[in-house]
């Protein structure tokens, strides 16, 4: 995740790394079965083999490892590329039960027609993640880092016209959705009055977009990390310390971890789940790393 990310761990320095105030901008719940979900961002890591893969396995055997190992993904297939609804259950096939896809809207939607003229697009991609079924979790809307408030009237009938059945959630970037501004507002309100999410990001140099307001019960969190520097455990306990403060309020909370190169993205899973177990006592699938060089999978 590029998005406020340090080019340098000296740029890490003196950054406060403790988690804003919580507003909750949706009516108060008690729920009593959290999920609690965490994955990476794509299956297709060559340095996985050998450790989160058999190392022999091909590359078509990978989402199946994946599925075996992860509880999530934050599926950016989807940004890309609108799949057919017959792709889109091959994958769900792949995966076992419990799993969940957090599809990323396609590119063509929000960042190239900017929600002009996107219905047949909009059609295409609600046929494909249908075909998720139960493995379909919240997909979520990136907002190009230039889209600002002020240009939000299009923003607004498409998120209006979007069916309140599929759980969705809105990633703003541009500094200006954070400050309390009228327009934003606007916005802010009307998701929490659809039930619509808002992606918070944790990352380095844009501790803006750690907003903290949560306007639906379902989170999505973008970790962006550090390859194990220490402010990476600092932030692993900060969240699950939040989780166990507000988790009789929400109903599922995806961890989705961006490392470079993915190479850490693992073992970070491993280190949030054992401090979810350790402070929640809830069991989080993480994977479990070998040096194995024999597959688990069979295949012709």
């Not at 880092?145 to 979007?162: D, G, M, N, R, V």
Request: hydrophobic residues 35%.
């Amino acid at each position: 995740m590029k998005f406020g990310k340090a080019d340098s761990i000296k740029e890490l320095k003196g950054l406060d790394w403790a988690l804003p105030k919580t507003r909750l901008d949706f009516p108060p719940s008690q729920f009593s079965n959290l999920k609690i979900f965490t994955g990476g961002t794509m299956w297709t890591i060559k340095p996985w083999r050998g450790s989160v893969y058999p190392i022999n396995d091909p590359i078509r055997t990978w989402p199946k490892h994946y599925g075996k190992q992860f509880g999530t993904i934050e599926f950016n297939a989807t940004h890309y590329k609108i799949y057919s609804p017959e792709k889109m259950a091959e994958w769900a096939n792949t995966m076992p039960e419990g799993f969940e896809f957090c599809p990323k809207f396609p590119a063509i939607i929000s960042h190239y027609r900017r929600f002009n003229n996107c219905e047949g697009p909009t059609d295409d991609y609600i046929k494909g993640i249908l075909a998720l079924r139960e493995k379909l979790g919240p997909t979520f809307l990136q907002l190009p880092p230039h889209y600002s408030p002020k240009q939000s009237e299009k923003l607004i009938e498409y998120i209006e016209a979007w069916p309140r059945e599929l759980k969705m959630s809105v990633e703003f970037r541009h500094p200006l959705w954070f400050d309390g501004g009228r327009d934003a507002e606007r916005v802010w309100s009307l998701m929490s009055e659809l039930g619509i999410g808002a992606v918070i990001s944790d990352t380095a140099l844009r501790r803006d977009a750690l907003h903290m307001r949560l306007t639906s019960p379902f989170i999505i969190v973008r970790f962006g990390g550090y390859d194990g520097h220490n402010s990476d455990k600092t932030r692993l306990e900060n969240w699950c310390n939040w989780i166990d403060e507000n988790k009789n309020s929400i109903q599922s909370f995806h961890f989705l971890v961006h490392q470079t190169n993915s190479v850490r993205t693992p073992q970070t899973c491993i280190d949030f789940a054992e401090k979810c177990m350790q402070t929640l006592k809830i069991k989080v699938k993480s994977p479990v790393l070998c040096q194995d060089e024999t597959s688990s999978i069979d295949h012709p």
